[in-house]
């Protein structure tokens, strides 16, 4: 990935670099935080966590989300609140990576982004793994990916 790197400890999936900074372990189950750099254009299909909220934090680079039907553009030190039962997604508009936090309540959707490393499963083709794993998380695929041409600018 042509950007920082988070170090030695972080993982990689899809040309996504994650570190976890707070696990479910460290905090009696009650968050997790994740340090994330994104490249250019990537974002995951629609979803939806059901027994989580989702808050991210962008610290570089530009984000467009979509919360069920609703778009929003972030920068740096921009944030969104998804609370949990809401689709949603996001992409990287900007021409350069976005490093942003994720952070989960309760915690444990940390688990996922390290299952999807190891298995290195690629959308579309191995979406059938990534759901059965997304369901041990509490989450499903609701939808396509967005692309930049679904945001005005």
Not at 5 to 24: A, F, H, K, M, V
Not at 69 to 87: A, D, K, L, M, Q
Not at 141 to 146: A, D, H, I, M, S
Request: proline share 9%.
């Amino acid at each position: 990935m042509d950007t920082e790197s988070l170090g030695p400890d972080s993982i990689e999936w899809l040309g996504t670099q994650y570190r976890t900074l707070i696990d479910q372990g460290t905090s009696g189950g009650a968050i997790s935080v994740t340090d994330s750099i994104s490249p250019p254009n990537s974002g995951p299909p629609r979803h939806i966590h059901h027994d989580a909220d989702e808050t991210f934090v962008v610290l570089t680079g530009e984000i467009g989300f979509w919360l069920d039907g609703e778009t929003e553009v972030c920068g740096p030190g921009g944030s969104v609140f998804i609370p949990r039962g809401t689709p949603h997604t996001f992409t990287v508009l900007s021409d350069v990576p976005s490093r942003h936090l994720v952070i989960l309540t309760p915690g444990g959707f940390e688990g996922f982004f390290a299952e999807m490393a190891e298995g290195q499963f690629k959308i579309p083709d191995d979406m059938a793994r990534i759901g059965e794993s997304a369901e041990r998380f509490k989450m499903n695929f609701c939808g396509p990916p967005l692309s930049p041409d679904d945001f005005d600018r």
